[in-house]
């Protein structure tokens, strides 16, 4: 049986070829996925260790806030074994963009670069600052993004901010410092670093010396209690996991579209042995007849299925190289932020991984049909033709379908009526899905005929006999239609998903803006802290194109022990109330936030006690309630004069502004502009500015899924077009037999293509029914107060391509079965 196995393969060599296709793609994907990270990984590994190399030991604070005591350096200098030692400075100071405005939505942060053996920074252009207080270096990532290069003048600001000039002398990588990558980084003497940034000690202190066990425990000895003490190991231990975050979400991810991938691989296997076994069964039978067991039969099949999928599983760890060195290549070529220095390989544990996989889904596909042949009654060889399984409902099919079906429908509902913002609820939803999934996998034979006359109705009409039987054929078998059909609807499901989640995002954080932002300009600082001048403001008032100015400022305060922020505003501002009234606020009088009521246990009418800067600790009564998912107010609102009694004449910490009505808005905001332009660390923002972010971020996102759900449709692709090559050969006998009855070549030819398109269309319209129920589901879960979007071009797009797709997967096999000789065909059945 073992020779005869092999024997069946090598005389088969083509009948296999998409099945091997599918599992190719799917152990590719995840193998890719691995090979990228593990590469990505071993970069930040290189960088890491690079860094351990220079540092014995590191001291730090336990608490960031707090800075090392610049008296602490010399007291490390002075421990026994220590050959070198220096302070790091490290703290905020704004770059300056061409426009003379603070660069990016946060500070940039300033950091000492120290000569000698202790010196971390990697300059990747030009030299290192060296002794020279007026030079700079910039990481390069900000240097692309300003469009700044070596020999630039850039302007920095100080504390007080005051700007001074400097001249970029180096470009500088930030490596595995993933606080650096995200504000981004100016790289000074110490001297500088300290006068820029205002910073009274050190972030850390750097230790060179040959024994950094030994060392660890003098430092820690010498100084005592209140600090971190690490080794240079240690050190790198720390910034590895840091640097690891990203690529351990970012593998995960990937792996979840591996495993879709995979499952639908696992579908079209079961459908193309199942298909097998049907064509083979006088083969099987005359196996019998000749002594072959039971047993040896079952077998053959697995021994089949196990050649096919380790030779798929090897040539899909090759495709998973390639796909890795290709995406390492992109990376390096956008220059991403990412470590990609590292050689490309395949490690033992991806390959191994691989392996089992791709094993495993084979063989696992194919138990069923193995376990089919083994029912094949030797008499079956006597038989001239296959006969067409037969398809029953049955009871306990209709049982199991109503059990799913009702748990997932009960298990959606439970999770959207869950709190949303949290995990469990979309988990909880997720977990209704995948039950309603069950179900309808489980009806899928019993619903493939009403949907094919559904979908076949005008394709039926529009080609006329060859549609009509096209429509026929797509249905006579229901249990290989569904199974053919059900890899589509994954994918098309999980798209449908995706992009109705991100319309009804795209809509909600659009609604929820409009009434957070029901401005059309913001002016704020970086750090959203006190700092934008009233007199900015008082300009804007006199400014005829501009219908109205808000002023929102807030200081933080306690209220018992509890931190909370105090705030005030003027202007025509009419927050949302959930009781009492903003009108007539006076002293000893407040407006809580909904949430902060709920947090400090106060209703309207009830008292808080708020510890302030000027008045000391005054009692408050409640006037309003507002609602703080609706409002830019702060926790603990007062009226205006009170408030500076309370704190003082602070700054703005916002400045909300309308355009009148017929002004055009670059106008609106050039002076808006002008009045914010002698300030520099003043932003201004415009509503449009907000929700283009919004949409690039959304609309990137779903580029993104959608390619990578892409590869999911292409497998199902895959299946249709080998379900089709197969029944092909299947029914060689009867399309002979209907060339003979007068049905020409191009006919027959589209008779299999309308039968291709009708199964695609079934599989697309039911994965757009499941994606849009569960998309809204899970929309629910994710956002308070969400609103429903569904993109209906889209999905057309996707049932009309889905459609499309699965007349282009038809081509070859409908091609095979016109060219077919008649007589042939007929003598061979």
Known sequence: MFRTALAGLRAHKLRLLLTSLAITLGVGF????????????????QRVTAEADKVAVAVGVKESPAVLPKKLLEQVRGVQGVTEAQGLVRAAAPLLGKDGKVAGNLPTTAISVVPGALNRTTIVSGTGPGSDDSAVVVDKNTAKTQGIKVGDTVGVLDPKQGRHEFKVVGLFDTGVDQELGFTGALGFTQATAERMTGAKGFHEIDVAGSDPAALKQAITAALGKGYTVMTGQELAGRLAQGAGVSTEFMTAGLLLFGAVAMMVAALVIYNTFNILVAQRTREMALLRCIGATRKQVFGSILLESAVVGLLSSVLGLLAGYGLGTLAMTVLRAFDAPLPTGAAVSLAPKTIAIGLVIGLAVTVGAALLPARAATRVAPIAALRTQVEEQSFRTGALRMVFAGLFLLAGIGTTVVGVMMKPGSQLPLFVVMGGGVLTFLAVLILGPVLVRPLSAVVGW??????GVPGRLAVDNSGRNPRRAATTTVALTIGVTLMTLISVITASTRVTLTAKLDSQFPVDYLLTTQQRDAAVPRSIAEELRTRPELTSVVQIREKDAKIGKQPTSVGTFSGPLKPALVSGTLQG?????????????????????GTVSVRTAKAGTVPLKVVAIVNGSDSPLPAVTVAEPVFDDYFGKVPDSRVMVNIKDGIPPDQARKVVDAAAAAYPTVQVTSSTDVRGQFDDTLDMVLMIVTGLLGLAILISLLGIANTLSLSVHERTRESALLRALGLTRPQLRRM????????????????????????????????????????AGQIALFVALSGLAGVLAAVLPARRAARASIVGSLAAG
């Open 30 to 45: 995840i193998a890719g996925t691995f090979v990228l990270t593990d590469t990505i990984q071993a970069g930040f590994s």
């Open 458 to 463: 005008i394709p039926g009409r529009l080609f």
């Open 752 to 791: 299999l293509s309308v039968e291709a398109l009708v199964l695609g269309l079934i599989g697309a319209l039911v994965g757009v029914a499941l994606g849009t129920v569960f998309g809204w589901a899970a929309i629910h879960t994710m956002v308070d107060g969400a609103r429903f979007s569904a993109p």
């Open 585 to 605: 606020i006076g002293p000893g009088q407040a407006a809580v936030d909904s949430k902060a009521a709920k947090n400090l246990g106060v209703r309207l009418g």
